[in-house]
């Protein structure tokens, strides 16, 4: 199992953007691996959000589509979540996801 770890969360306007990251540790196949992002709300189900492939293909869930992009650095270890006109309903707890493994997930706050 890899150790994930988000970072860049934050408060945010609607409309604005932030970029979340999600380190790997533990891992000498970084290349090798596809990396999920999920959001969790309180009292709702962790809903998916996007994936990349080990090819730096994206796939989004349709809530997204448009707004958000995933990105990869392999040499850094490290995947990305860029999250543009960002909606008060986007307001959540956001986490990355490797096979078994899941990062402790960074508060992300859309409000006026």
């Known amino acids: 199992q890899v150790q994930l770890v988000e970072s860049g969360g934050g408060l945010v306007r609607p409309g604005g953007s932030l970029t979340l990251s999600c380190a790997v540790f533990?891992?000498?196949?970084?290349?090798?691996?596809?990396i999920d992002w999920y959001r969790q709300v309180p009292g709702k189900q962790r809903e998916f959000v996007g994936f990349?492939?080990?090819?730096?293909?994206?796939d989004y869930a349709d809530f997204v589509k448009g707004r958000f992009t995933i990105s990869r650095d392999n040499a850094k270890k490290t995947v990305y979540l860029q999250m543009n006109n960002l909606k008060p309903e986007d307001t959540a707890v956001y986490y990355c996801?490797?096979?078994?493994?899941w990062g402790q997930g960074t508060q992300v706050t859309v409000s006026s």
């Open positions: 533990g891992s000498t196949r970084f290349s090798s691996l596809g």
């Open positions: 996801n490797q096979g078994e493994s």
């Open positions: 990349i492939t080990v090819n730096g293909r994206p």
